[in-house]
């Protein structure tokens, strides 16, 4: 099995920054792609962004394209999500996902791994 750890959510003022990390552990695979999803009370999970096992792919919904930016650090098993010029829209539960495929990808059924969440609230 894989488990996967976010951390950096938080509370923050619109225009501020907040970077999330997510690292995982136990059986992890040879390749694997990740991606960010979230969640706002009431809302369906929706993709954030993604990246490939390589870096070279990665995708942004249109909504943080410009304001987000997805990295990944491979030997540490672990994927960055830095946000910047945060809105009261961004606010939501943020999780990572794991899948043992080298692409990205944007959709949550491609995903076979998830971790719990991390709180992220942008006041206005």
């Known amino acids: 099995q894989v488990q996967l750890v976010e951390s950096g959510g938080g509370s923050v003022q619109a225009g501020g920054s907040l970077r999330l990390s997510c690292a995982a552990s136990?059986?992890?695979?040879?390749?694997?792609?990740m991606g960010w999803f979230r969640q706002a009370p009431g809302k369906e999970r929706e993709f954030v962004a993604a990246?490939?096992?390589?870096?070279?792919?990665?995708y942004y919904a249109d909504s943080v394209k410009g304001r987000f930016t997805i990295s990944r650090d491979s030997p540490k098993n672990a994927a960055y999500l830095q946000m910047n010029r945060l809105k009261p829209e961004d606010t939501a539960v943020y999780y990572c996902?794991?899948?043992?495929?080298?692409?990205?990808?944007?959709?949550?059924?491609?995903?076979?791994?998830w971790g719990q969440g991390t709180q992220v609230t942008v006041s206005s």
């Open positions: 996902a794991l899948t043992p495929r080298g692409s990205a990808y944007r959709a949550k059924n491609d995903y076979d791994y």
């Open positions: 136990g059986r992890i695979f040879v390749t694997y792609a």
């Open positions: 990246i490939s096992w390589t870096g070279g792919i990665v």
